[in-house]
């Protein structure tokens, strides 16, 4: 009789797939959605070989007897209907349950110099980790190895740190609430504050840069918001792609007749026109519902001119109506009662001058005045945004901007308005909550010392930026991370995997083969962990864990299958495994923890009471519960007790761009990837076929240089440090996006952006907005320069000089 372990599992060496391909250009006219959705969920459930058991299991995603979708933080509707997926949804869920498996036998095939050769995409598609493995430098291979003794050799290593601030720890958005919270208490109790987490890398600046305007780092509104919205703008976001179930709120809003503005500077087809997979009429008819009813290409790097633009409009209105004995169209009351800083955001806006807008974001007047128009005649608005706002050197003021224009005219505390920055991973808001901070509070930390009895560290921790510079200086002598695939994710690529082969240990809790496991520490741990998925039994009995979605709502999450191999555990089970070794006397119940996650949910209601109380009873309710949000309640916990306006000088147009030459990409995701996971080599909505090494230009921009449609290209970055950051033979897509604007996919121009091209105030890489020079492609120059991508050297042989960054 087979067993889950090997039941239908391919146990091969390895699953043939190229590394990557030559990129074919197709147009692309189907709207987003449709039956294409459909044909590719059966595709991704097919090469994963799991095409029964994910039919089946896709049923229960997102139900309140389910699981959590390990994708995107979308919330679910409180009235679910047994179709709560999305096909990039079902594509998390094919890639959890894949029957294909990394083996024992697999790594003593491959040495780790071989498997490095290889693409991101080659390695996540050869499946599931079976066992926990260590590196071997002799010969350069992965050898299992006990699970106790990867708890007592991490406990060895980090009880002989000089400083408990020489051990760094990284978080997924993926590790459950229960997990994240168990793991900054060890972290904690150890003795730092350094978590970097992928928040830093993406939202940072909603999480920084919110606060200061009203009082939390979280959105403001929930799922039932949308059908009460007059408006809703979406800038910087691709939902079709990044949260696909986002789709079926804007093609309701549609449909009643909501407009519907979008300001990005590719035409993403998600956001011109959907065709439901849950309407029959649609799937029927191969009709569609138009998304956008206002589609404002800005450039890249123009938001901050755009949005004071939207807002200097809306004052010449005000003023105008004012003067001529009309009603103002402000919110005199709200601004009066609950905001600071008004009377100095109209003299900026006043000191901003036209030229400067129009020049930087872009746009036309004619396009900034009809966003005003939109937005002046609706009572009630909702503004969402992603990375696209985020990922700037001035992310942080970006965030702010929207929450001035929203104030303008009171939408917070009322239905159908407010603030909607869309996460990404599924719970990386949760984690936020809980405490994976390196910038805690004192009243946080407080609290921890009150329920556990420690003295926690109160200095600030390293966030991202800061631990790969730690790592190059030799600051940070053992790394782990909880899930995710740090080193493919972060920016300065080189930098990155030349500062991780300086560490002494680096430990990787994962649920598949990834970049992180082939560039890595001196030594080096894989502790392979069940997925969302998978049935989690502890000694108690079956256990559920809980999540945090993008709207504040905490619901629970219970795996449906058995795990593929004996040899996993839960996150919670290899933290505890791990403060174990390395505290034996800590005078914390890890055992009681382990066995039992309730345990954990009560410690969490104990330091934060206001938040969870009550937390395993109201998480077992359908839907779960939603965290308090006080500006839905008109509460600001600023300084001034008020919502602020806060001010940005000028237009935040990059000095390097006044260089014609210069222009600014912005790294993307296809729409066959998940943050850094690949599902297959296809962005069938752009119209990109069986490759990813493509950028995309403006016709003019692509003259100018004498580039032509479909010729290889090199990209260069622009940077102040004075070093070479080159990626090359791009092919060139001629696509919809402004003058002086690019696009290109990541992580493979990670390499470009260097470590200190970032958001001043959180540090988060501006991903979104690298300088860069495209010229026609040197076929040779890989052979005098740097190693090409996917073919960097082992931790035993690196090749080639790194260069020292600095940091700022």
Not at 237 to 266: C, D, F, H, K, Y
Not at 507 to 523: D, E, F, M, P, Y
Not at 641 to 661: I, Q, T, Y
Not at 740 to 767: F, I, R
Request: charged share 25%; proline share 6%; hydrophobic share 40%.
């Amino acid at each position: 009789m087979s067993t889950p372990e090997t039941a239908d599992a391919k146990l091969a060496s390895e699953i043939d797939v190229p590394d990557d391909g030559i990129p074919v250009f197709e147009t692309y006219d189907h709207p987003a959605g449709s039956w294409d959705a459909v044909f590719a969920t059966a595709r991704a459930l097919r090469e994963q070989s799991v095409v029964l058991k994910g039919s089946d299991l896709l049923h229960k995603m997102n139900q309140p007897d389910g699981f959590d979708c390990p994708g995107c933080a979308w919330p679910d509707p409180k009235h679910t209907s047994s179709f709560e997926f999305c096909e990039n949804g079902a594509k998390a869920v094919a890639f959890e349950l894949t029957s294909h498996r990394v083996t024992r036998e697999f790594f003593a095939s491959h040495t780790v110099r071989e498997l490095n050769g290889h693409s991101d995409y080659w390695l996540e598609q050869q499946g599931r980790l079976m066992d926990p493995m260590r590196y071997d430098a002799e010969t350069d291979r992965y050898v299992p190895i006990a699970w106790e003794d990867a708890f007592a050799l991490i406990g060895r290593e980090l009880r002989a740190l000089e400083s408990p601030d020489h051990a760094d720890f990284y978080t997924s958005g993926r590790a459950s609430n229960e997990a994240a919270f168990l793991y900054q208490l060890f972290v904690r109790r150890f003795g730092t504050n350094n978590f970097p987490d992928c928040s830093n890398m993406c939202h940072e600046p909603t999480s920084v840069g919110l606060p200061e305007s009203i009082g939390i780092g979280k959105g403001t509104v929930l799922l039932e918001d949308f059908a009460h919205a007059d408006a809703i703008f979406i800038i910087g976001q691709n939902p079709g792609t990044n949260s696909p179930r986002m789709l079926t709120e804007l093609w309701n809003a549609s449909r009643r007749g909501a407009p519907i503005v979008v300001m990005n500077p590719l035409r993403e087809r998600a956001l011109e026109r959907f065709a439901a997979p849950q309407s029959p009429i649609e799937m029927a008819t191969f009709s569609s519902t138009r998304i956008a009813s206002q589609y404002c290409q800005v450039k890249v790097g123009g938001d901050v001119a755009a949005l004071k633009g939207i807002m200097k409009r809306v004052l010449e209105v005000h003023e105008a109506a004012v003067a001529a004995g009309e009603d103002p169209v402000l919110d005199l009351l709200f601004i009066e009662q609950h905001t600071h800083g008004f009377d100095a955001l109209v003299e900026d806006m006043r000191r901003t001058s036209w030229g400067d807008i129009i020049r930087v974001s872009g746009l036309t007047l004619d396009e900034i005045e009809r966003m005003a128009h939109v937005y002046l005649h609706a009572k009630s608005v909702i503004i969402c945004y992603g990375m696209g706002i985020t990922q700037h050197r001035h992310g942080s003021e970006n965030a702010q901007q929207i929450a001035n224009l929203l104030m303008l005219r009171g939408n917070f505390g009322r239905p159908g308005a407010g603030i909607c920055p869309v996460r990404g991973h599924s719970n990386v808001q949760g984690n936020r909550t809980v405490g994976i901070d390196e910038k805690p509070s004192a009243t946080f930390l407080d609290s921890m010392k009150k329920v556990f009895g420690f003295e926690p560290p109160r200095n600030h921790g390293r966030s991202v930026i800061d631990t790969i510079a730690a790592m190059r200086d030799g600051q940070c002598k053992y790394f782990m991370g909880l899930g995710g695939n740090f080193i493919a994710a972060v920016p300065d690529k080189l930098v990155a995997e030349a500062a991780i082969r300086n560490v002494d240990l680096t430990v990787a809790i994962s649920t598949k083969l990834n970049r992180g496991h082939v560039v890595h520490g001196k030594q080096a741990l894989i502790l392979p962990c069940l997925a969302r998925t998978d049935i989690d039994m502890q000694a108690t009995g079956r256990q559920a864990i809980t999540v945090e979605d993008s709207m504040s709502m905490v619901h629970a999450s219970s795996g449906l299958v058995h795990a593929p191999s004996k040899h996993l555990k839960s996150e919670v089970s290899i933290v505890c495994g791990i403060a174990r070794a390395t505290l034996p006397n800590s005078g914390i119940d890890w055992d009681g923890f382990e066995a039992d996650y309730d345990l954990i949910r009560d410690r969490i209601e104990d330091v934060f009471p206001a938040l969870f109380a009550d937390y395993n009873h109201r998480v077992r309710k359908p839907g779960g519960f939603h965290l308090t949000t006080p500006p839905r309640d008109r509460i600001w916990n600023t300084p001034t007790g008020r919502a602020n306006f806060l001010m940005f000088e000028g237009v935040a147009e990059d000095p390097r761009v006044a260089n014609k030459s210069v222009l600014l990409l912005a790294t993307l995701r296809s729409h066959n990837q998940y943050n850094t996971t690949i599902y297959n080599l296809d962005d069938r909505y752009r119209g990109v076929f069986g490759g990813r090494m493509v950028v995309f230009m403006n016709d003019g921009d692509m003259a100018d240089r004498a580039i032509t449609a479909e010729s290889l290209v090199d990209i260069e970055a622009v940077s102040d440090d004075g070093q070479k950051r080159v990626v090359r033979g791009f092919k060139v897509k001629p696509y919809q996006i402004p003058r002086g604007s690019v696009g290109a996919y990541y992580p493979e121009t990670n390499p470009l952006l260097p470590l200190s091209h970032h958001d001043a105030q959180s540090k988060c890489p501006a991903a979104k907005s690298i300088p860069v020079l495209v010229t026609p492609h040197v076929p040779d120059a890989d052979q005098r320069e740097e190693p090409p991508e996917h073919q960097r050297t082992s931790p035993q042989d690196p090749t080639g000089i790194v260069p020292k960054v600095t940091v700022p």
